[in-house]
């Protein structure tokens, strides 16, 4: 069983070191521990910093290409190099390192494809009120549309068995983290929670400018993927509104066209004609929709075919794997409490 602990990176020759000098060395029910730094077009010593302090695993970009760009690059380098388990963390050491052993037992159990570690955002003292509201109610958001129960779907703080990441597909350009949450639930996939503490704030993110940027791309990102899984949803309802909007204005001006009132109020007859065509669109984007939903789906069978054939299938004795990984877990958590 081989983990990759990737750690996405842009100018971090300052925390990295804090960073690497946490992650555990080895793991129950783990074989092999690697560590791979993604440099997002640091511009510093990141790079330099990584080397000496003994990473051999890098990926390169000439700029910076974003978080989204980064963690697809950094997934395609773990699986091609034979990764059973991808985690995911940060170089600005957000998150304690220690706490990986913890976030990938539930993926050695069997219990979860994939696992999420939930900063309990309630009780970090650095999170305004107004930023503690929003975190919540982007995981209410993020639950909504993919069918989960996940207390705080904003962490990128992240395990992935190697099947979970044969199912998942990364389009934004943004972030993977609502994205992949929001894949993953309507696939079927089991997601865990795993409750960790936080590092001390060490700098400001430089993933976006501020909090309503962020929440204005993380709709954006939400909005797309819901529409992708569910269009049904979307765009019935919305042709029932705008059908709704239509006949309560033209079924007003039948009235009064009946008792022969209708000369000036033309402009219900127009509100209604109008209404009417955007319930038709809705219907015809619906139609559109689910086509391409269809075709989503055919082609993404064919990319997973793809990734077995570049990555390697899943073994057939992955189970059995899993299940000897987890009594090793199971007798090393005895051993501890005797």
């Known amino acids: 069983m081989k983990l990759f602990v990737q750690i996405p990176c842009l100018n971090e020759e300052e925390t990295l070191p804090l960073v690497l000098a946490t ?42 290409m974003g978080l989204a760009r980064s963690f697809r690059d950094g997934v395609d380098y773990a699986l091609r190099h034979g990764a059973d388990i991808v985690v995911n963390t940060d170089g600005d050491n957000q998150y304690p390192q220690e706490s ?32 503690k509201a929003m975190q919540k109610v982007g995981s209410e958001v993020v ?81 797309r993927s819901y529409i992708m899984f569910k269009p049904h949803t979307v765009f019935v309802s919305l042709g029932l509104v705008f059908l709704v909007a239509a006949l309560i204005p033209m079924v007003r001006f039948l009235v009064l066209w009946a ?41 993404e069978e064919t990319l997973e075919r793809l990734k077995e054939v570049q990555y390697g299938q899943i073994p057939e004795y992955a189970g059995a794997a899993r299940d000897a990984a987890a009594t090793e877990v199971r007798e090393a958590e005895a051993d501890l409490t005797r």
Not at 30 to 37: G, P, Q, Y
Not at 185 to 195: E, H, T, Y
Not at 271 to 282: E, I, N, P
Request: hydrophobic share 40%; aromatic share 6%.
């Open 259 to 299: 008792v022969g009132t209708a000369g000036g109020h033309v402009q219900s007859l127009i509100f209604g004609v109008a209404m009417l065509v955007g319930s038709l669109l809705s219907f015809s984007l619906l139609v559109i929709a689910d086509l391409q939903r269809t075709n989503r789906v055919l082609l």
């Open 23 to 64: 992650i555990p060395r080895a793991i129950p029910g783990i074989d092999e521990i690697e560590i791979l730094v993604i440099d997002d077009g640091s511009s510093d010593r990141t790079v330099e910093v990584a080397r000496n302090l003994g990473v051999t695993h890098f990926v390169h970009h000439t700029r910076n």
């Open 100 to 131: 990986i052993t913890e976030l990938v037992q539930p993926i050695l159990r069997g219990e979860a494809d994939i696992a999420i570690g939930d900063r309990q955002t309630a009780t970090i003292a650095h999170f305004s009120p107004f930023k």
């Open 143 to 223: 639950n909504f549309a993919a069918g989960t129960d996940l207390p705080d779907a904003a962490s990128g703080f992240r395990a992935y068995s190697r099947a979970s990441l044969y199912h998942l597909n990364v389009v934004t350009q943004f972030s993977y983290c609502m994205e992949t949450i929001i894949q993953a639930g309507n696939k079927r996939l089991r997601i865990a929670s795993v409750p960790i503490t936080t590092n001390p704030k060490t700098r400001e993110s430089r993933l976006f400018k501020n909090i309503w940027q962020h929440m204005g791309k993380s709709g954006q990102a939400i909005g």
